[in-house]
């Protein structure tokens, strides 16, 4: 539980409360506490089975989240485009099929 919160504070920003506002600081800690929600929702479905599966928060968000990449928005479709040199693709297209994947609904009774 304390490596949880220490992530949250020192991967996710959830420690800087650095403006002038009560306003500002609270929404600083709500975006915080979304990205870390977020982090572990994708700790939790897409990424077990990866190389990923057991990195903290910084390095998911400096290896599979923070990639130069072309987006290419259509009426029907959204395209990405990563380089061809980009290591992990295999490990972003296997989460991205996980999160796309419809959840697993428990049986009757």
């Known amino acids: 539980m ?3 919160i220490k992530e949250q504070q020192l991967c ?31 700790r ?8 990923l599966a057991g990195a903290r928060a910084d390095t998911i968000r400096a290896r599979l989240l923070k990639v130069a990449a ?3 928005v259509s009426r029907r479709r959204i395209r990405i485009a990563f ?5 992990l693709q295999a490990v972003f297209a296997h ?3 996980a999160l796309r994947a419809p959840p697993a609904r428990a049986g009757p009774g």
């Open 2 to 4: 304390e490596n949880r």
């Open 12 to 42: 996710l920003f959830a420690d800087r409360t650095s403006t002038a506002t009560m306003r500002a600081n609270q929404l600083r800690l709500t975006f915080a506490t979304f990205a870390g929600v977020l982090i572990t929702l994708l």
């Open 44 to 51: 939790q479905v897409g990424l077990p089975g990866t190389a």
């Open 70 to 72: 072309r987006i290419t």
């Open 83 to 87: 380089t061809s040199v980009y290591p």
């Open 95 to 97: 989460v991205l099929a």
